[in-house]
Structure formats: structure tokens, C-alpha cells
């Protein structure tokens, strides 16, 4: 494996301390996740101004506070009085990062709007009525019609007579989907950080944004003493924020970075297949493309144009004419189904590959020194194994409560933590985190088993949680990410897992009532159709027309679909077998799967700049002049984030959007 970014500092030598995660700090990082919960509402719910603050990969909301603590730890009488080290930033903003999702339009908003929206518009879409809506549970929602109107008009308060049943429902399953999850990565987080040393791009990020003036502890922290760092900083930000202001002033000049449309998509003919070819040049993109592996970067772009040749010739030999990115026929070339195969094959291949470990965790687990030779573990792994099994079998039991069979329970947690765990792997190889899911879990449970095999309430079971697998790069598959990514970042930096992994349960635990009780006030103060979030209502009930038309039109099993994920997952393999024969190989299967996924067609421009820029730094300047523009690459990102809380924090002030 290329390692690409230096791992951080090494690791200080002598015991541990045992005050690298003093109480108060603990403290002060569960107030400012507080502060980032009520931000996260005002920010990305209602002003639709930072997207990325709590939920984003990378996230903008922790970076921020990050950046400013260590701001603050440069002026002498205010580090006096935080008396701030490094390890401790980094505590607070790994603590913030876990619990930060939860306040955002991807989680909390699409969670409490999908839990009344079959009900409200059941009343405008009659055919829902003789489907689904009369299968919902009672307890899926509130049954109140003037708690469900007033949800979406506003003008009202929170009616919490209706929503107790509804939000102990639906918070107790986010809570187990979360600590299944995060106890799959608790099982191979050594696997990847020690035994495969993955590279961690984004952990990379806070670990070099904040540094030491010295060589202990006591020494404040400080920005990294790279002038590239801050070139790169104030270029991103600079061209961000003039481009905001342009936007609303048209005499100020821009500078675009786009989507600009260099050629536009012609509807009729092969040609279509080419879509709308953009320029895009986004700074954070650029620098993350240029920290990741250079096959990487060169495989995200290469084989997007293999997905539009393959486009071209669909529509040559018959198929629809549609845009590459928005191909979700299973129809040739079935692109979505190709990622989908990919993704199945890179999760088995990572499963396989950490089979030495996980027997290892399992014989630790049962033997009698449980607790003794895995100390090092944030949690022993028994306790891993028992949170695993009783989370399961709660998800497992809520499908079943639902009306399902206890086998689909099984088979539809399977596949979201497989989901799950593949991203927290892309994550961690590569950085690629904020992709989409190359498609929806339940149409791939249909695909292949035709939708005859299964009962009418399972559709509404297989629908219902959609919002926590939906989409990808953004949604609650973000919570065991950053997760993993807290354990790289406490690794490298020599702070404790188990406190740390214990002060983020904490604050994640608090946090998540807090945002309930934000989102919904702000929900039925301003009605969820007037926040921005709402904005989309075509989204909100779209996925309802699946349970619909599994119920009405009964399918049996797609062919094309499940050669296409087949198909691709052989592609997978045999892209990850050639790279383990011969180094030289040019093809990741990882830039296989993000090339499958949707937002290519605007991501390609982007990694081929900085696939270009790497290419170009080590063939004249050598890994000597690649490793000293790093800092200006994490400059570029941080910029970035900075820009869409700065203006965020402006729209909150002055109550127009940005």
C-alpha cells in the first residue's frame, strides 16, 4: 500500500500519561458539540448554507472550532486560561466530530420528515392509500393530523404527546445502527491502522493542522510553521468568499470554479451518453485528489470516461438516451450496478483480509484474560462482541416489529453494515468518504430476488429507514467513520482510545436529545416546507413510491441488474489481484467504485488537476518537493471549510442566504 501522507507525529516515547483527557476537557468538547448541534440546525437545516458543517465529509463545523482553539492557544492570556495541549485539541475535535452528524438535513431532519410524510401526502396521493399506508406501524410516526400539517406549515408548537412513541421508535434504532456499527470498526480499527497502516488522508488533516512549538506536552499548540499552509489557506478562502459575494453583487468580478458548462448535453443520439461536460475546480477536491494515492486519482478520472464510452455504446445499440450520471436502468451497461458490485467485492476483500485479526479478536473475546491481552483496545473485546450481538438483535427485532420476516430483518442490516463498512474502508484508504452510494440498498435487495419473494410490509420496513442509507457521503454512515477516523487520530497523537472513545459516547448520547428537541422546535415554529431543508419535497415522498410499486406492479428477479453487479464485482477483483502481481499497475478497484457512483460526471475534473499536480511535483521535484506542498493542499481544504461557516455564520447574522 502507497502511503502517501506522513502518519502523523511519532509516537512519544515512556508510558502513557493518564491526564491526556482531563474532565473539563471533556467538558468543554460536550458544550461545543452543544453549540455545533444548535449551529447545525440554523446553518445547514434552515439556511441551506454548510452542508458539509456537521455531517460533511470532511466536516467544516469541528474544523472550525479546531481552528479557532488553536487560534485562541497562540494569544498568551487566553491560552493561560485553557491551558490547551495538542492531544487535548485533538480530543475535543475528535469528540465534536462523532456527535456533529446528528443535527443536520441527512440525519435528524430526513429522519423526523420521513416519519410523517407517507401520512401527509397519503391525503393528495390516493393511490397510497390502498397500498402501504394502511401497513404503517402505528408507532412509525405521529397519527395526529394536526401534528403531521403543522410539521410541515409551522406556525405551532411541538405537540410531544404525539412524537414520544415515534422518537423512542426511531432514536433507539439510529442508536443501535450507530454502536453496531461503530463496534464493527472497534473490531478492526487495529487491523487497519496497525497491521495494513492505512493512510488515513483525512485524519491527516487535524493531525497536521495543529502542531507543538516544542517537545513535550506543556508547550502550546500552534499552526503548522509551513508558509505553504497558509497560502494555500487564504487562496482557497479569498477565491470562496469573493465568489459568495459575487453571487450577490454582480458588479464584484468572480472567479469561477464552477460547474461551468463547457458543452452542453445533447438529448438525442450515442452522443447523449457523453452528458454535459463541466469545468469544475474546486480547491478542497483538488488538494484531496493530490494527498491521495496517485493510481487513485488517476483511476477516479479514467475510468469515469470508461463509464461514458460504455454509456455511448448503450445508447448506440439501443438502450434510452440518457445522461451517464443519471443511468439507473439496469439496461447496459447497468453502471450503478456495476458500483454496487464493487462495493460488495471491496467489503469482502477487506473482510477477508483482516480474517487473521478478527480470529484473533474472537479467541481474545473467549478466552479467560479477556481484558488483559487487549488493553490496548478501546473497549475489550468481549464488550465489543456483546454490544455487537444485543445491537443486532434490537435492529433485528425492530424490522420484526415492523411486520417483517426475521430473516429480511437480517438480510437489511446486513446490507446497511455492509454499506457501512465499506465507506469506513474507503475512508480510511483513500479519503473518499464523501462519495454517494453507488445505489440504493433496497432496490438491491430487489434486483436480484424479484419482489414477489417478499411480503407487502416488508416493503414499508425496507423503506422506512431510508434516510439512514440513502444517499452516502453524508448520512449516519458518517457517525462510524468518524468513529474509525478518532481512533487514527488518537493512535498517532498518543491519546487514550478508551477516554476518548467513552467522552464521545457521552457527548454523543447528549447531544442527540438536544438536537431533537432543536430540529423539532425549529421544525414546527417555521414549518419543515420553509426551512431550506424542505426545499426538496419531490425527494421526501419519492422513495414511498417504491413500497408503491413493489406492492402494486409485483417483479420477478432482474437479470441485467444482477449480471451488472455481478460484472462488477469481478472487475473489482480482478483490478485488486493485479495490483497485489505487478506494482506497477495503474488501476485501483477503489477509483473502479467511485468512477460507478454519482457526482463523477462533476469529480473527474477535479482529480485529474491533482492527479496532474502530484504527477507533475514528484517527477521534477521528487517525494521531497511532494512532501513539502502538502501543507498547502490541507491549507486548500481548510480554507475551504472555513469559507462555508464564515458565511454561514453571516447568513445566521444578517437572515439572508448566502
Known amino acids: 500500500m502507497e502511503l502517501e501522507l506522513p502518519q502523523g507525529r511519532e509516537r512519544l516515547s515512556g508510558p502513557r500519561p493518564g491526564g491526556d483527557l482531563p474532565v473539563r476537557v471533556a467538558v468543554l468538547a460536550i458544550l461545543l458539540l452543544a453549540l455545533v448541534a444548535v449551529l447545525g440546525f440554523w446553518l445547514d437545516i434552515f439556511y441551506g448554507v454548510a452542508g458539509r ?11 472550525t472550532i479546531l481552528f479557532v482553539l488553536t487560534s485562541l492557544s497562540g494569544i498568551r492570556f487566553v491560552a493561560r486560561r485553557l491551558r490547551l495541549t495538542r492531544r487535548q485539541l485533538l480530543s475535543i475535535y475528535s469528540i465534536i466530530l462523532v456527535g456533529a452528524p446528528l443535527v443536520s ?8 420528515a420521513e416519519s410523517t410524510i407517507q401520512r401527509y401526502m397519503a391525503a393528495r396521493i390516493l393511490e397510497w392509500q390502498g397500498s402501504f399506508i394502511p401497513l404503517l406501524p402505528s408507532w412509525s410516526g405521529p397519527t395526529d393530523w394536526s401534528a403531521i400539517q403543522d410539521f410541515y406549515l409551522g406556525m405551532s408548537s411541538v405537540p410531544w404527546g404525539a412524537w414520544v412513541i415515534p422518537l423512542v421508535a426511531w432514536c433507539s434504532f439510529l442508536i443501535a445502527l450507530v454502536v453496531c456499527s461503530v463496534c464493527l470498526v472497534l473490531l478492526v480499527q487495529q487491523q487497519w491502522i496497525t497491521h495494513e497502516r492505512l493512510s488515513f488522508p483525512l485524519a491527516q488533516i ?25 497560502v494555500g489557506l487564504l487562496l482557497s478562502l479569498g477565491v470562496t468568499s469573493l465568489n459568495t459575494v459575487a453571487r450577490h453583487y454582480p458588479a464584484v468580478p468572480a472567479i469561477p470554479l464552477g460547474p461551468v458548462a463547457l458543452m452542453q448535453w445533447r438529448q438525442v443520439g450515442p452522443m447523449a451518453g457523453v452528458g454535459e461536460v463541466d469545468l469544475v475546480l474546486w480547491p478542497w477536491l483538488i488538494a484531496i485528489a493530490f494527498l491521495v494515492p ?37 439496461e447496459f451497461p447497468a453502471s450503478v450496478y456495476q458500483g454496487v458490485g464493487a462495493l460488495f467485492a471491496i467489503g469482502a476483500w477487506s473482510g477477508w483480509a483482516a480474517r487473521r485479526h478478527l480470529a484473533h479478536a474472537l479467541r481474545v473475546a473467549f478466552s479467560r484474560r479477556s481484558g488483559q491481552n487487549d488493553t490496548a483496545e478501546p473497549i475489550p ?34 446490507l ?32 436480484p430476488f424479484g419482489s414477489r419473494v417478499f411480503r407487502p410490509r416488508e416493503f414499508v420496513t425496507l423503506i422506512a429507514p431510508h434516510w ?15 468513529a474509525l477516523e478518532t481512533t487514527k487520530i488518537a493512535d498517532s497523537a498518543n491519546i487514550s482510545k478508551r477516554r476518548l472513545l467513552i467522552a464521545s459516547a457521552v457527548g454523543f448520547l447528549l447531544v442527540l436529545p438536544l438536537g431533537v428537541w432543536v430540529t423539532l422546535s425549529g421544525i414546527y415554529r417555521y414549518g419543515f416546507y420553509s426551512l431550506q431543508a424542505g426545499q426538496d419535497r419531490t425527494i421526501l415522498h419519492w422513495y414511498s413510491w417504491y413500497a408503491h410499486d413493489y406492492i402494486t406492479n409485483p417483479r420477478n428477479a432482474d437479470l441485467q441488474g444482477t449480471t451488472g453487479i455481478g460484472a462488477g464485482a469481478v472487475v473489482a477483483v480482478f483490478l485488486g489481484l493485479m495490483r497485489l502481481r ?77
Open 294 to 330: 496517485k493510481e487513485l486519482s488517476f483511476s477516479c478520472w479514467f475510468f469515469w470516461l470508461v463509464r461514458v464510452g460504455l454509456t455511448v455504446i448503450g445508447i448506440a445499440t439501443g438502450s434510452t438516451a440518457r445522461r451517464p450520471e443519471m443511468w439507473w436502468s439496469t
Open 53 to 63: 458543517f456537521g455531517s460533511g465529509v470532511p466536516a467544516s463545523g469541528p474544523i
Open 468 to 482: 439512514a442509507y440513502f444517499a452516502g457521503g453524508g448520512t449516519l454512515e458518517v457517525v462510524p467513520g468518524n
Open 381 to 414: 473485546y468481549r464488550w465489543v462482541l456483546v454490544g455487537l450481538a444485543l445491537s443486532f438483535a434490537w435492529l433485528v427485532f425492530f424490522c420484526w416489529l415492523a411486520g417483517s420476516r426475521v430473516w429480511f430483518g437480517v438480510l437489511l442490516i446486513l
Open 582 to 658: 505487478f506494482w506497477w499497475w495503474p488501476f485501483h478497484p477503489i477509483g473502479y467504485l467511485a468512477a460507478f457512483t454519482w457526482g463523477m460526471h462533476l469529480y473527474y475534473m477535479p482529480f485529474l488537476v491533482g492527479w496532474l499536480a502530484k504527477t507533475l511535483a514528484v517527477r521534477y521535484g521528487g517525494l521531497k518537493l511532494y512532501r513539502k506542498l502538502i501543507p498547502a493542499a490541507i491549507g486548500l481544504v481548510i480554507g475551504d471549510l472555513l469559507h462555508e461557516v464564515i458565511w454561514g455564520l453571516v447568513s445566521l447574522a444578517t437572515g439572508t442566504r448566502w
Open 105 to 112: 438535513t441527512t440525519v435528524l431532519a430526513n429522519m423526523l
Open 206 to 230: 487535524p493531525l497536521e493542522l495543529v502542531s507543538e512549538s516544542g517537545t513535550t506536552d506543556d508547550n502550546k499548540p500552534r499552526f503548522p510553521a509551513s508558509s505553504l499552509f497558509w
Open 416 to 447: 446497511i453494515l455492509v454499506y457501512y463498512m465499506t465507506w469506513a474502508r474507503l475512508r480510511a484508504e483513500t479519503g473518499l468518504g464523501f462519495l454517494p452510494f453507488p445505489f440504493f440498498p433496497h432496490e438491491v435487495i430487489v434486483v
